[in-house]
């Protein structure tokens, strides 16, 4: 505080909260915070922050969180899903990855634009709409052992699956991304655009089910022409298990690939 500045002059107006906030480069308030800088119990926060939260100035995607809406987010309703995940996450106190196709449209895999903001986190978690993001949430029990990498956001950073973790979790299940034709799609770009180690792939094989390894194999090899997976098929063809479907929802009827010991149960089109 200046020599000239007085303490009534440093308690901002709910009104002005969420600019004053923003300048000071505070991205996520608690009800608590709120209230200690109004100067108001906590119970009054809700009332105080109302007209600015009908104007699009602020915007609650949980209960206690709040977050000041930048001006050029105003018509949104909200910031970004990928800007708001990990303040949210931290909130609701689970761990947590920004996985399936959401991840894969970070590294620059989405063959279409996602129509939902889809997380792995670490306990269950409501699904919810903030401004124009539909959040998606998977309950995984493997969030704290994946790889991940740190998306810079304007207030910080959020943890997104790796290239590798994110295919693999793609070929677990092909339904988060809507189906065989648009997982198989997408994997084939993140293998165009990441190559997908096999050693990175063999490193991550055991936190997933058998089918899922062989199930990304056998695209990459069909689709792709990747003739570097032989470890990675010697790998899974180690487990010893019976032979795996393609699609998991389908009977068990059709060829098998006996390299990646699958049951071809079903026509794959990838929209390549």
């Known amino acids: 505080m200046s020599l000239t500045e007085t303490p009534a002059q440093t308690v901002p107006k709910a009104s002005d909260l969420a600019d004053w906030a923003l300048a000071r480069g505070m991205s996520s308030l608690t009800t608590t915070k709120i209230a200690e800088l109004l100067r108001i119990p906590e119970g009054q926060v809700r009332t105080r922050l109302h007209k600015p939260t009908h104007k699009g100035l602020w915007v609650s995607p949980a209960s206690g969180l709040w977050i000041p809406v930048p001006p050029e987010y105003r018509t949104w309703g909200a910031p970004e899903g990928i800007e ?30 996602p129509q939902l903001f ?24 493997r969030t704290t052992v994946m790889p991940t990498i740190s998306k810079e956001t304007r207030s910080g950073a959020a943890k997104v699956s790796s290239a590798e973790a994110t295919a693999l979790d793609l070929a677990a299940s ?99």
């Open 84 to 113: 708001i995940v990990d303040a949210l996450m931290r909130h609701v106190r689970t761990d947590y990855y920004v996985g399936w196709l959401s991840a894969a449209a970070i590294h620059g895999a989405a063959h279409h634009a």
């Open 118 to 141: 889809q997380v792995a986190v670490a306990r269950a978690t409501r699904d919810r709409v903030v401004g124009r993001t539909s959040f998606e949430f998977f309950t995984r029990s």
């Open 174 to 272: 092909p339904y988060i991304a809507g189906g065989m034709d648009t997982s198989a799609t997408v994997l084939i770009e993140l293998s165009d655009d990441q190559k997908l180690p096999p050693e990175n792939l063999i490193a991550l094989a055991d936190f997933f089910p058998s089918a899922a390894v062989r199930r990304l194999g056998w695209i990459l090899t069909t689709f792709s022409g990747r003739d570097d997976l032989e470890e990675l098929c010697a790998h899974t063809a180690a487990s010893g298990a019976a032979p795996s479907k393609l699609d998991a929802t389908l009977p068990s009827r059709g060829p098998i690939d006996k390299a990646w010991s699958l049951i071809i149960n079903t026509q794959v089109v990838p929209d390549v």
